[in-house]
């Protein structure tokens, strides 16, 4: 279901794909003017631009004039369509469960978790749509619009950023806020200054969901850790108290290593 919906998504953005096949090269408006039979000049109506289907009812002929259509126009139609749903399969390619259902689109917070998945999907549709037009422009008219080649590196740009450098950025300054909150509110005898510079540096190394694993991990053995402790009557065996530092570098390697399995197996578990 979801990926007749991507198929069928596919279609109309390859016969928008079409229309800029045609124009860039031209230097043509994209937005402007409506589309029109290339012989007659006549404007075609809305049930002459039906992906696929209207050249087939039409047998590939004007409506009007039945001056023959370029074959061109059902095929970037078919190309995207497929290419749209192999894209998908790859994408999400492990993630199964997902495919099947709707659920993580209107699940806000099965959103959020996979977030990361759902714009790297609309990244790479947007990348091949523009492979498409260049593969057809060039084909049909010799030329690589810069229309499609600039805007595709500024996009390209701003995906790696954002995925990799303000995720990590936006994990850095939250596990530091966090870690400043508990340190201004046990005036400094739970949490070191040292524990918040630390956690910035451990956001900024994992990056979201892993940061939430490794803090996770590390409250837990932490936590553990210090009852018994204090069952034993050994507190003072680390000094005047139990220093944190440990249990945050215990979760950071653990969640180097098993973070996304981690993240994504309590996911399944609470239903986040
Ligand atoms: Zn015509």
């Not at 979801?2 to 079409?18: D, Y």
């Not at 004007?62 to 749209?84: D, K």
């Not at 990590?168 to 966090?178: D, Q």
Request: proline share 3%.
């Amino acid at each position: 279901m979801f990926l007749f919906f991507i198929f069928a998504l596919g279609l109309f953005v390859g016969s928008f794909l079409n229309v800029l096949v045609d124009r860039l090269p031209k230097g043509e408006s994209v937005i402007k003017g409506r589309s029109h039979c290339e012989k007659c000049k006549k404007i075609l109506k809305w049930n002459d631009l039906i992906p696929l289907l209207s050249f087939v009812f039409l047998k590939g002929k004007c409506r009007y004039c039945s001056a023959r259509l370029s074959p061109y126009y059902p095929i970037v139609e078919f190309t995207t369509g497929i290419m749209f749903v192999i894209t998908t399969l790859f994408i999400f390619n492990g993630s199964q469960f997902l495919i099947s259902n709707f659920k993580f689109l209107i699940n806000f917070q099965l959103l959020i978790t996979n977030y990361q998945l759902l714009l790297t999907l609309i990244y790479y549709l947007f990348i091949i749509s523009s492979l498409i037009v260049i593969f057809f422009a060039d084909l049909k008219y010799g030329i690589i619009p810069d229309k499609i080649v600039f805007p595709a590196i500024l996009v390209s740009f701003f995906f790696l950023l954002f995925t990799v450098f303000v995720n990590h950025l936006l994990s850095a300054f939250g596990a530091g806020l966090f870690f400043l909150l508990l340190f201004l509110v046990t005036r400094g005898r739970g949490m070191g200054f040292g524990d918040v510079k630390f956690s910035f540096l451990m956001g900024l190394i994992l990056g979201f969901p892993n940061i939430i694993v490794a803090l996770y991990v590390a409250f837990l053995t932490g936590a553990t850790v210090g009852i018994i402790l204090i069952i034993w009557r050994k507190k003072r065996i680390f000094g005047t108290a139990i220093p944190f530092g440990p249990f945050l570098v215990l979760g950071n390697f653990i969640a180097i290593f098993f973070g996304k399995s981690i993240f994504h197996l309590s996911s399944l578990i609470f239903h986040f």
